[in-house]
């Protein structure tokens, strides 16, 4: 139900879009975000963005550089990742849940859907 597009190997310093292309439902009516995974490392949450477009949440290094946002019109997820760096790298996700509490958004265990994942390569 979820398709990640748009990852890349960029520069440290460019900027990247990522898409998620979701089922009419899910990119309706699910609470919608991004996680990522280094090599050797956990799975961190980036940024979430509530179903209704208004209100997100960020992990703390990447505020100011990352936004996310959503067209539910056509049911699709956007991560803009400018200033890239390349402690970034890692393998993004896109994850759906519905009616997460606020303590729940940055938990992976919480959401129900996850996409394969596309992969952000940071480098000179």
């Known amino acids: 139900q979820l398709v990640e597009s748009g990852g890349i190997m960029v520069q440290p310093g460019k900027s990247l879009r990522l898409s998620c292309a979701a089922s009419?439902?899910?990119?309706?009516?699910?609470?919608m975000a991004w996680f990522r995974q280094a090599p050797g490392k956990e799975r961190e949450f980036v940024a979430s963005i509530r179903r209704g477009g208004v209100s997100t949440h960020f992990l703390e290094s990447v505020k100011g550089r990352f936004t996310v946002s959503r067209d539910n019109a056509k049911n699709t997820v956007y991560l803009q990742m400018n200033s890239l760096k390349p402690e970034d790298t890692a393998l993004y996700y896109c994850?759906?849940?519905?009616?997460?509490?606020?303590?729940?958004?940055?938990?992976?265990?919480?959401?129900?859907?996850w996409g394969q994942g596309t992969r952000v390569t940071v480098s000179s």
């Open positions: 009419e439902r899910t990119g309706r009516y699910y609470d």
């Open positions: 994850a759906a849940g519905v009616n997460l509490i606020l303590s729940s958004i940055r938990n992976p265990q919480y959401y129900a859907y």
